[in-house]
């Protein structure tokens, strides 16, 4: 680990001495063409504004367009403001659509400000791109790909490959279109490079292949890329003219990013930047405090419930006895009961986010399982407290009388039912959030575990006033 460390120390030590030794020197970017620009942008960062600033002055704007794609939010933006807009906007425009629609929202009013000093013909790409919303597959589009017309022969194509190579990022696959524009097919680069030269591409291609378009949902195009093994998807319009391609690392992006969500929202903290040096102290605030403010009055709910029964309990020195009793096992009930909600939950959000296009039979499958899987939990959890409880009774008192039978025996099977109820909801609230169109991400574990205590305690105390209460 130690010599791993010291290795990278070295090659930064190296990098940053070959930036400082040749700040101005034009061949500056064939003396770094060993390193990776990650490694380049990691040490460049670290560098003074003056330096930073030198450094893309030297280099060209299609290989400072490299380095940007590896720095993080903040760093971006030090740089642009170091920099400046004019030289900004160069290099914006020879980075990939889909990096540069993320850098210009990221900058917000200077990123509108640039975005202003790019070529007109540019511009109006970026602005496309920008239109869509974050769920849409279209904010995803990238243009670094190679397009060719389906009647050229492999030798033109292979000509035509060679030549723009260079020029893009994504060559694995080539597609192909008519005189017209429209997605006709395409080839992988290794099937162009072993076909005979005289044959035409529209001979050669493969026309089945998953197309999407721009307005299709992020997470649906991942999974159909993930179903199809793709290592990139064309994305068309209305009239089957291709508007771009997502690439397996943009998939890789929008897997990362509905794992985060998803985790924020089951988390009740809804749509929070958990970035440590993006976030405010008011963003912070103003993203948690509304399902605070709703598992508050939901939390009021139990506390209401609690004050009902209350005087039920109260009548006799044995009733305060038995509300005494009942209190010390309230915990682990309310516990295991919100514990068995939230599995529930995350198995069915699971389900759903992987099955999203299944049958309703499949889905009612899956619910019943759901349930019996709560009744079986509800019984060997409801027999282990009885079991508990009638131990600690005979520990303490030496004796178990009939009282403390029933007592046990009545607690096991609040438990047990509560549990069966809390697995069930589990796995109901997010199908039917999801029937209405909502993520069931927002089902989050909070809020399945406050409905789960409301009806848990309505459960123990109802069964324990109908049957505790006369015999005690």
């Not at 030590?13 to 700040?23: C, D, G």
């Not at 005494?324 to 198995?347: C, E, F, H, K």
């Not at 459960?459 to 209460?469: A, K």
């Amino acid at each position: 680990m130690e010599e791993l460390i010291e290795n990278v120390n070295d090659y930064e030590n190296e990098i940053e001495n070959l930036i400082l030794n040749n700040i101005d020197n034009p061949n500056l970017e064939t003396l770094l063409e060993e390193f990776h620009f990650y490694d380049i942008s990691l040490v460049l960062i670290e560098m003074n504004d003056e330096i930073i600033k030198n450094f893309f002055k030297t280099v060209s704007n299609d290989y400072a367009s490299e380095i940007f794609e590896y720095l993080d939010e903040v760093e971006a933006k030090h740089i642009v403001d170091v920099i400046g807009d004019n030289l900004a906007a160069r290099i914006i425009h020879e980075m990939d659509l889909d990096d540069a629609v993320d850098l210009l929202k990221n900058l917000e009013k200077t990123g509108m400000r640039i975005l202003r000093q790019i070529n007109p013909e540019r511009r109006k790409e970026l602005l496309q791109i920008m239109l869509y919303e974050e769920d849409e597959i279209g904010a995803y589009l990238t243009d670094s790909f190679i397009l060719l017309n389906a009647d050229l022969s492999v030798k033109e194509a292979m000509k035509v490959v060679t030549n723009r190579a260079h020029e893009v990022d994504y060559i694995s696959i080539i597609y192909c279109i008519d005189a017209n524009e429209v997605l006709l097919g395409y080839i992988k680069l290794k099937d162009l490079i072993v076909a005979r030269a005289n044959e035409i591409l529209r001979d050669i291609i493969k026309e089945r292949f998953p197309k999407v378009y721009p307005s299709d949902d992020k997470e649906y195009v991942a999974k159909l890329m993930q179903d199809t093994s793709e290592s990139s998807i064309p994305v068309i319009n209305e009239e089957g003219k291709i508007e771009g391609i997502i690439t397996h690392d943009d998939i890789m992006d929008i897997i990362s990013l509905a794992a985060e969500e998803d985790y924020t929202k089951f988390a009740g903290l809804g749509e929070v930047d958990i970035d440590i040096e993006t976030i405010t102290l008011r963003k912070s605030v103003k993203a948690r405090l509304p399902w605070l403010t709703i598992l508050l009055f939901l939390s009021m709910i139990t506390s209401i419930i609690l004050s009902l029964f209350e005087g039920n309990f109260t009548g006799s020195d044995n009733a305060k006895i038995l509300a005494a009793r009942l209190a010390v096992y309230l915990p682990l009930i309310l516990d295991m009961s919100g514990n068995t909600g939230t599995q529930s939950l995350a198995v069915m959000i699971r389900y759903l986010t992987k099955n999203q296009d299944q049958e309703k039979r499949k889905i009612k499958k899956h619910l019943y399982r759901e349930f019996k899987t709560g009744i079986f939990q509800g019984l060997l959890m409801g027999f282990l407290v009885m079991v508990m409880i009638i131990s600690t009774t005979y520990i303490t008192h030496n004796e178990i009388s009939d009282k403390n039978w029933i007592y046990a025996i009545v607690t096991s099977a609040s438990i047990c039912l509560a549990l069966i109820i809390s697995t069930t909801l589990g796995a109901v609230i997010p199908f039917i959030m999801d029937r209405l169109k909502i993520d069931p991400a927002v089902a989050s574990g909070p809020f399945i575990t406050t409905i789960s205590d409301i009806i848990t305690l309505t459960v123990y105390y109802t069964i324990s006033l109908l049957i505790l209460l006369p015999i005690f």
